[in-house]
């Protein structure tokens, strides 16, 4: 399979791969890729406008379950993919008690976002809890949409990797900018 053909192509999407991409690390449980513009490059007020955003679940080499919790050898799908929405919503790996966590095994069942995923939605748009949003905000930043417009941004293709491993990557533009591994 070639990534291109489910790149950008303007439809964005949850699929399940049986053949996995060799450009892909074998390892990678599922990916979530994200393209978009970055603007306001290098300065506080730095963030990314996703455009298009797919997720890709690793079925060529991982067992998932849609029951049975604890099931020997498989990883709960409804647990990837709430994790990969989180990253196809902007949300970056967090520590402690949430989806978001960088890393998951056999035994990792969350189905719904914990209290710290709420808070984290609602810091990133700018929300409180329950209540109908604000002004559109991405990263922090209010979104200048007329400035946007003079300067269109530099394009960006993020990929992040969700591994059973403890491992986790996170590559800009082909270049890796986060690797590190975890004690699960």
């Not at 409180?128 to 300067?151: M, R």
Request: glycine fraction near 10%; charge should be negative; aromatic fraction near 8%.
């Amino acid at each position: 399979m070639n990534l291109d053909d489910i790149g950008e192509d303007g439809i964005n999407g949850v699929y399940k791969i049986t053949s996995w991409p060799l450009s892909l690390s074998t390892s990678a449980l599922a990916v979530t890729q994200i393209f978009g513009r970055r603007f306001n490059t290098g300065s506080a007020n730095e963030y990314v406008r996703i455009e298009h955003a797919d997720i890709l679940v690793n079925e060529n080499i991982f067992d998932f379950r849609t029951s049975v919790p604890g099931a020997s050898g498989s990883y709960d799908f409804k647990t990837v993919l709430l994790h990969e929405l989180g990253h196809f919503l902007g949300l970056g790996h967090k520590y402690g008690e949430t989806v978001m966590r960088p890393s998951i095994s056999t035994s990792t069942v969350i189905n719904t976002p914990t209290a710290i995923d709420d808070s984290d939605m609602a810091d990133k748009y700018n929300i409180s809890l329950g209540a109908a949003p604000a002004n559109a905000i991405i990263s922090g930043t209010k979104v200048n949409y007329e400035a946007e417009k003079q300067n269109p941004g530099e394009k960006i293709k993020i990929i992040i990797e969700l591994h059973g491993t403890g491992e986790c990557i996170h590559r800009e533009n082909g270049v890796m900018v986060q690797h590190h591994f975890l004690s699960l």
